[in-house]
């Protein structure tokens, strides 16, 4: 696609100071976007990469937010459209890693907290967008192979919850389609984050043997995944889960 495909169009990531929110910023920054992102404490990372973008004569606009609160996400999306006038492209990146074996806890606070940052964070913040957003836009969720793969104890009520973004991107796709905005899942596996780095090197290595492809995925790769959804070229596609993994849940 070109470079400068997607300029004169609005993006709003959650969730982009780090990991693959920064890379889907920076991807559709180059593509030609203006960028908003949001983002929950580090706002040194985001006033540097707000810093990065203007040099590169990208406009671009933090907004602290917290995704677990739906007052938050309105709030979120009117400031944007404060400050930009439109949100053309929204992609919802903020998520929640918890691992807790059933059975061990009782304690029902940690699953709230991923469930109303996994799930009902990315409704609320779909339902605000899809107030605003004009014709044609493009709404782009980050979810996980999890959703349709557990593969590991541990991980039931992480499932549950990108199990039902999935579920909801497929009926949000037709509630859309009249006013052609498609609604798109990509489920990703292992990328290269500092999550991912951080594991112990038994994991790391352990992971990449079930691996087809043996090797985490390029945080650029999923960039241009999102960059290529977003764009003209991807007009005809909505309601799609789009798997990006190495060959994992194959």
């Known amino acids: 696609?070109?470079?400068?495909?997607?300029?004169?169009?609005?993006?709003?990531?959650?969730?982009?100071?780090?990991?693959?929110?920064?890379?889907?910023?920076?991807?559709?920054?180059?593509?030609?976007?203006?960028?908003?992102?949001?983002?929950?404490?580090?706002?040194?990372?985001?006033?540097?990469?707000?810093?990065?973008l203007e040099r590169q004569g990208v406009w671009a606009r933090a907004f602290r937010?917290?995704?677990s609160d739906p007052a938050a996400a309105r709030q979120l999306v009117d400031s944007v459209m404060e400050a930009f006038g439109r949100v053309d492209i929204l992609v919802n990146n903020a998520g929640l890693a918890s691992l807790q074996r059933l059975g061990e806890s009782r304690d029902y606070q940690e699953v709230d907290q991923l469930w109303a940052v996994n799930t009902f964070g990315v409704i609320a913040t779909i339902r605000a967008v899809a107030h605003v957003m004009a014709d044609d836009g493009r709404i782009i969720t980050i979810g996980s192979v999890s959703g349709s793969k557990a593969g590991m104890a541990t991980a039931a009520d992480y499932?549950?919850?990108?199990?039902?973004?999935?579920?909801?991107?497929?009926?949000?796709?037709?509630?859309?389609?009249?006013?052609?905005?498609?609604?798109?899942?990509?489920?990703?596996?292992?990328?290269?984050?500092?999550?991912?780095?951080?594991?112990?090197?038994?994991?790391?290595?352990r992971i990449r043997a079930g691996i087809p492809l043996k090797r985490f995925g390029d945080l650029t790769e999923i960039g241009g995944l999102v960059t290529f959804l977003a764009s003209p070229a991807a007009a005809y596609i909505t309601g799609a889960t789009l798997t990006i993994d190495g060959g994992f849940s194959a």
């Open 1 to 52: 696609m070109s470079k400068r495909e997607l300029s004169g169009k609005c993006a709003l990531i959650t969730g982009g100071t780090r990991g693959i929110g920064r890379a889907v910023v920076a991807a559709l920054a180059e593509a030609g976007a203006d960028v908003a992102f949001s983002y929950r404490s580090s706002q040194a990372e985001a006033d540097s990469i707000i810093g990065e």
């Open 159 to 205: 499932c549950g919850s990108k199990a039902a973004v999935a579920g909801y991107t497929r009926g949000a796709a037709h509630d859309l389609a009249p006013r052609r905005i498609t609604v798109n899942i990509i489920e990703s596996g292992m990328m290269n984050t500092e999550m991912a780095h951080n594991m112990p090197e038994a994991d790391q290595l």
């Open 65 to 67: 937010s917290d995704q």
